[in-house]
């Protein structure tokens, strides 16, 4: 089976992501050792480094730890679907979206084996309107699936263009 260009970019853009949430932890604890300190004003009040071990998902869910290998497991799965998903797929858009996701599933999972919590330490509490704490992972999670949806729209969008063209 060939891989297609756009396949290797989604997943060039996974490995980016896990190698960026990694080092980034890593530095967060052996370098900044957040872990004893437990904040870092960086740009008060607006931005704080903050370690939180996060046990659950989102908002608080599972939070006792219960759930890390069911949670494991559900996020490998979903990344084999979305490199699955990015060998067919061919609006980069897309490719981008699931190289996103795939990557901040990824780079959470080896949180979840390595401590059996993900380590959160971006902190915008401080501006009243955003109350978590996350991370790298997170983030390209949440731009993924904001890519994920934008590529959604666009592409309904070009396939009703292309169904008025054709009715002309």
Do not use: H, Y
Request: net charge neutral; proline share 2%.
């Amino acid at each position: 089976m060939k891989i297609s260009r756009l396949a290797v970019t989604a997943f060039a853009f996974a490995l980016i992501v896990v190698v960026v949430d990694q080092t980034t932890k890593a530095w967060i604890m052996s370098g900044l050792d957040l872990r004893e300190v437990g904040r870092v004003e960086i740009w008060p009040p607006v931005f704080n480094f903050s370690w939180v071990e996060n046990r659950g998902v989102s908002f608080g869910l599972f939070g006792d730890g219960s759930a890390r290998w069911m949670l494991t497991a559900f996020s490998i799965i979903v990344a084999c679907g979305l490199g699955w998903w990015a060998l067919r797929a061919d609006r980069r858009l897309l490719i981008a979206a699931i190289g996103l996701i795939m990557g901040g599933a990824i780079g959470n999972v080896i949180d979840r084996i390595r401590f059996g919590f993900v380590v959160d330490f971006l902190d915008f509490s401080g501006t009243g309107v955003f109350p978590w704490v996350f991370n790298v992972a997170d983030s390209a999670i949440t731009v993924g699936i904001v890519l994920l949806i934008l590529d959604s729209v666009l592409s309904e969008r070009a396939a009703k263009v292309g169904l008025a063209a054709e009715k002309s």
